[in-house]
Every structure is written in C-alpha cells, then in structure tokens.
C-alpha cells in the first residue's frame, strides 16, 4: 500500500494533506525518514510515526477509553465536551464513535470504532453482551431491591419487564449490576423503580474488556479487532 494512501486510511487528512506530510519530511517508517509518497509498504503490522508521534496501522479502530466523569458521548455535544474531544485528530477524522452511550456523569469502559460492523454487532440487542456496572446509591441497599432489579421491573417507557443479569451487594450502600440490554438511563431507572437513587456510577467492564491498569481517566488504548469472533457475552 502505497504510503500516503497508508496516512490517508488512519485519519491524516485529505490524500494532498497526506502527501504534503510525506514530501515535507514528516514521516518516518522503519526509523528512516520517507519522502516519497508513492513508496510501498505492507500496512500489517506497521508502526510508523508522523510529526515524532508513533502510529501503528489499524485497518479497523477499536479503542477503550476510561471515561471520566464530565464529558458526554454524542458526537454533537450540549454542555459537556465529547468525549471524543479526548482522542487524537486522526481517530476523529477516521469516525470513530462510541459503542453505546454512557451518562456525562457516568465513568469508566467506553470503547469506541470505526468499524460499523463490530459496532452493531457489540450494541445489538440480540448479542446480548454483559455490561458490569459499579453502582453507589443513597440509600441502603436492602435485600429485596435485589430480589426486584433481578426479578425485573418496569420502567416508564416499556411495559416489558427489564431484569439485571446479575446483581450482587458489595457495600451497605454498593451493588454490582451486570445488564444485557442498553436502555437510556437503564442503571439509574432501574434503581429509582426499586426505590434508592444512583449516587454514582462506573462501567468496570463491556463483554470481556476492563480498564487496564494504569489506564487513568481520560486516557484511551488500543484494542485487537476481534474480527470474525463472536462478541464476548461475559466479563472475565
Ligand atoms: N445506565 C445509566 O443509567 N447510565 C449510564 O451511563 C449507563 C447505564
């Protein structure tokens, strides 16, 4: 693949801006400055750096993003910054979007892609993927609100029940939630409709993928396309 062609796949701007950053200078592959933007590379695999900053070529973007409280996750913000504000410019460029959405005041695993397929496939219903939530509520939580968020409840929009996978207590006032479905403001109904009220909330996983230690908020990673697998159903 030819590299400003390679620049140009990864979000560098239009295909002149890619090969103006070639002729100026300001690509390097293999260690070595690259002024040619004609000039071939085999894209697996290949880590190359533009302006001093290392890039290594994804065909498709997966990122985890520990979200931090105070950004939202619409690409057309009201009064928070997006979370995509977080991100380098090349990632925006190549359109890159949230998998889901999480509240502003929400924080934790976000992923985010630009594969479309993978997008659907991890957002669908039907897949049902296990997202964990760490809840802290107002008041204390007592034994049969956990009977009920597992048992189902009703929430104001859907006469169809709505039932925790899984749901345990971890603190007086700290319950461990693992929902299937993604319904706006699930988490936070869900409790209102037994009663308590979230004080605060973190996704500590989405299908198998946890923040990975050292991963401060508002920092991203990159993830390994899970091309071809079924998406993960459980948190490990
Ligand atoms: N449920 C909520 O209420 N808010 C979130 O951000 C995610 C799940």
Not at 35 to 45: I, L, N, S, V
Not at 48 to 69: M, N, S
Not at 86 to 92: D, E, G, S
Not at 135 to 148: G, K, M, N, P
Request: glycine share 8%; with cysteine.
């Amino acid at each position: 693949m030819r590299l400003a062609q390679i620049l140009f796949s990864q979000g560098f701007g239009s295909r002149r801006q890619c090969a103006g950053l070639v002729d100026a200078g300001l690509v390097r592959v293999h260690d070595q400055v690259v002024t040619e933007p004609d000039a071939e590379f085999d894209p697996d695999g290949l880590v190359f750096e533009v302006e001093g900053r290392r890039w290594p070529y994804h065909a498709k973007a997966l990122l985890l993003l520990h979200k931090p409280a105070g950004y939202e996750c619409s690409r057309k913000p009201g009064r928070h910054p997006s979370v995509l504000s977080l991100l380098p410019a090349p990632l925006r460029q190549r359109g890159v979007q949230p998998v889901g959405r999480l509240d502003e005041d929400t924080t934790g695993v976000l992923l985010l892609t630009d594969d479309g397929a993978l997008l659907h496939r991890l957002t669908s219903p039907r897949h049902h993927v296990a997202k964990v939530y760490e809840v802290r509520t107002r008041h204390a939580l007592a034994s049969d609100q956990l009977q009920r968020l597992l048992a189902g409840v009703v929430l104001d929009d859907d006469p169809k029940p709505v039932r925790a996978a899984a749901a345990e207590i971890t603190g007086p006032h700290e319950l461990r939630l693992t929902l299937t479905e993604g319904k706006y403001h699930q988490v936070k109904r869900m409790l209102a409709a037994v009663g308590n009220r979230v004080e605060a909330l973190h996704r500590s996983a989405f299908g198998d993928w946890r923040l990975p230690d050292g991963l401060a908020p508002g920092q991203w990673c990159w993830l390994p396309q899970p091309a071809g697998q079924p998406a993960p159903t459980a948190p490990r």
